[in-house]
T-cell receptor, first 111, second 113 residues
Framework: GQQLNQSPQSMFIQEGEDVSMNCTSS?????WLWYKQDPGEGPVLLIA?????ELTSNGRLTAQFGITRKDSFLNISASIPSDVGIYFC???????????FGTGTSLTVIP | GAGVSQSPRYKVAKRGQDVALRCDPI?????LFWYQQALGQGPEFLTY????????KSGLPSDRFFAERPEGSVSTLKIQRTQQEDSAVYLC???????????FGEGSWLTVV
């Protein structure tokens, strides 16, 4: 199935550092979503973006919907140990029933 | 319920056995999705329902996989004659009609031995 290109694949950072990850697609999406998945759990929604150019924050998380509607990025500021996990982007097509995930970014925060 | 509920959480099946995985979506959510997630990979689309209608089943890997949602609420994903390559987490998700936010269950972890 189709998957969005997400980078980097993995990150190892010191506690307190900022993190940036992005997601690109060859297709246009109407909605971009960012999820975090902990081991043994389902993905949990972090941020939803509905308009090209939109910049949205949720606490230490900031995400943007690219102008071309083919990309999005997620920033995490001042990382803490509980930020550890796998982050997935997801795009929803204009029909609402085509919903594809990125390949994931595994984040490790070193105390 | 408050969230998407899936059962069983964990299932070990012998190769060749049939399994059934259940999903209770968020109450009132029209759309329901099933995804398969292999270890270290992102979720891959299997099938999509709008109410009781299965509108897209293009992601089902073989005819051993079957999904239904007969009353437009609870859905069951059935895998017949399980194979080792079926071992994965099966995630269910639901959304409202607008489909602009999708919520996931915790997944059913299937191991075929």
């Amino acid at each position: 199935g189709q998957q969005l290109n997400q980078s980097p694949q993995s990150m190892f950072i010191q506690e307190g550092e900022d993190v940036s990850m992005n997601c690109t697609s060859s297709s246009i999406f109407n909605t971009w979503l960012w999820y975090k998945q902990d081991p043994g759990e389902g993905p949990v929604l972090l941020i939803a973006l509905y308009k090209a150019g939109e910049l949205t924050s949720n606490g230490r998380l900031t995400a943007q919907f690219g102008i071309t509607r083919k990309d999005s990025f997620l920033n995490i500021s001042a990382s803490i140990p509980s930020d550890v996990g796998i982050y997935f982007c997801a795009g929803i097509s204009n029909t609402g029933n085509q919903f594809y995930f990125g390949t994931g970014t595994s984040l490790t925060v070193i105390p | 319920g408050a969230g998407v509920s899936q059962s069983p959480r964990y299932k070990v099946a012998k190769r060749g056995q049939d399994v059934a995985l259940r999903c209770d979506p968020i109450s009132g959510h029209v759309s329901l999705f099933w995804y398969q997630q292999a270890l270290g990979q992102g979720p891959e689309f299997l099938t999509y329902f709008q109410n009781e209608a299965q509108l897209d089943k293009s992601g089902l890997p073989s005819d051993r996989f079957f999904a239904e949602r007969p009353e437009g609420s609870v859905s069951t994903l059935k895998i017949q004659r399980t194979q080792q390559e079926d071992s994965a987490v099966y995630l269910c998700a639901s959304s409202t009609t607008s489909g602009n936010t999708i919520y996931f269950g915790e997944g059913s972890w299937l191991t075929v031995v």
